[in-house]
């Protein structure tokens, strides 16, 4: 895909309906792979990352059609997972490669999961070490630390784990062993990642109790099938989100929405700088949350993100990075050393970027300190294949009458197909 060089806009104006959740999309692949019986769902977000994932469960022998957005997956069962013939690609998704190993960690076949050149950077010591205490054997470099990864499932027995990366994938790819273990397995947490595996395994009959730091699971015989509409994906939105919010004089609407409890924090900081935001929940979807935002821009003014926050909008930081840069006054980010371990070093690439434009950015180890400026200058940046740099840039260019030029945007592909054409329909240009 060609770089993509960016339109100065004065508002952004309309209604918005953003594509389906990939965080809930990836969960309903699998989960819906392991039920007993035939789950469906609405609304499934065809992106690179999940189309990986629908693969590797087609090499598992799992019956899955997709017809557009709606998918459909003969469940198989725990026992029903059939060896794969080939290594398991996972491309980008941290979500994919993570999550499959926590469920083939019970699995009593061999498989190789692999990925793409910055998912080999990744670390999966997190989940590979709990994961080998509760039985499974992996190998992969720096003691299967990065993919390639072989994993060759047990008979797992549950453990006591503590989740200190506040880490969604790392919780639920020990859920996802722990439904095949002998004995309980008990996650701490605090504060709470996101919660979408909790909720579908709730959904399916799994014995899942989760209190405000702890869950208790009890291994699984069975699963229910699932049938739900996947709400919109609010980490996509957040890059319209974050326009509308930083251009004064917008008015935005976003339609059908997820507004689960630890995703909203881009809405919660935003509205703290200034920006006009309002959310109604109108129905649960399965069991998330979802309904409509407004949003109406301002001049917005600095903010400190940092602490019990970061996991609520983790993946939003990058575009609020954007945002801060245009807010009067010193914002800060901190706390968000995971930042570092992301696609690319987001805060390397958010930081670099900033200053390539006329933007005002120090890193720190564990975030940014940025200083608002009223406009960009232009200029060129690197986007490291990273789909939520790209997206973020995209929005600066907005307040920037020299254009920028992003190089290299193909990896929007991974999260949000259509982006540009939303952006391009909302804002007019
Ligand atoms: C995700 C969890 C988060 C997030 C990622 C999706 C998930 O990652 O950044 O985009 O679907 O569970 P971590 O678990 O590494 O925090």
């Not at 499934?44 to 709606?70: H, K, W, Y």
């Not at 020990?174 to 701490?188: P, Y």
């Not at 979802?290 to 400190?304: N, T």
């Amino acid at each position: 895909m060609p770089s993509w060089i960016t339109k100065p806009v004065s508002s952004l104006r309309g209604q918005y309906l953003p594509p389906g959740d990939k965080s809930i999309s990836h969960r309903a692949v699998m989960l819906g792979a392991i039920a007993s019986g035939t789950s469906q769902f609405s609304n499934f977000l065809p992106s690179d990352d999940c189309l990986r994932t629908v693969e590797a469960f087609r090499q598992m022998g799992v019956p899955i059609q997709l017809n557009g957005n709606d998918l459909r997956i003969e469940g198989v069962g725990f026992k029903g997972l059939k060896k794969p013939s080939c290594p398991l690609d996972m491309g980008n998704s941290g979500t994919g490669i993570r999550l499959l190993l926590g469920l083939l960690a019970g699995q009593l076949f061999e498989a190789t999961l692999t990925g793409d050149a910055s998912l080999s950077k990744r670390p999966m010591g997190r989940l590979t070490k709990p994961l080998r205490e509760m039985g499974a054997f992996i190998s992969g470099a720096d003691d299967a630390n990065f993919a390639p990864l072989q994993i060759k499932g047990a008979s797992l027995k549950g453990i006591h784990f503590i989740n200190e990366k506040r880490s969604a994938q790392v919780k639920s790819a020990i859920l996802l062993a722990g439904l095949q273990a002998k004995g309980k397995t008990v996650i701490e947490e605090s504060p709470r990642s996101r919660n979408h595996t909790e909720h579908m395994l709730t959904m399916m009959g799994a014995h899942l109790s989760v209190t405000a730091k702890q869950i208790v699971l009890k291994p699984a015989e069975k699963l229910k099938p699932l049938h739900f509409a996947i709400p919109g994906d609010i980490s996509s939105a957040a890059f319209l989100i974050a326009a509308a919010a930083l251009l004064p004089g917008s008015d935005l609407t976003v339609k059908e929405v997820g507004l689960n409890e630890t995703r909203i924090g881009v809405l919660e900081i935003l509205r703290l700088m200034g920006a006009g935001i309002e959310w109604q929940f109108k129905h649960h979807k399965g069991e998330e949350p979802a309904g409509d935002v407004r949003i109406r821009g301002a001049q917005l003014k600095s903010v400190v993100i940092e602490k019990e926050m970061i996991p609520k909008l983790i993946d939003e930081l990058p575009v609020l990075m954007i945002a801060c840069a245009l807010a009067k006054g010193k914002s800060i980010v901190r706390d968000a050393a995971e930042l570092r371990v992301k696609e690319t070093d987001r805060i390397h690439a958010m930081v670099e970027g900033l200053n390539a434009i006329g933007g005002k950015a120090v890193a720190t180890a564990d975030g940014c300190v940025i200083t608002g400026v009223s406009d960009f200058q232009g200029g060129k940046i690197k986007s490291y294949d990273d789909h939520r740099v790209v997206m973020s840039f995209a929005v600066a260019g907005l307040k920037s009458r020299v254009p920028i030029r992003i190089d290299e945007t193909r990896s929007i592909e991974t999260s949000y197909p259509a982006f540009f054409d939303d952006l391009t329909r909302l804002t007019g240009v």
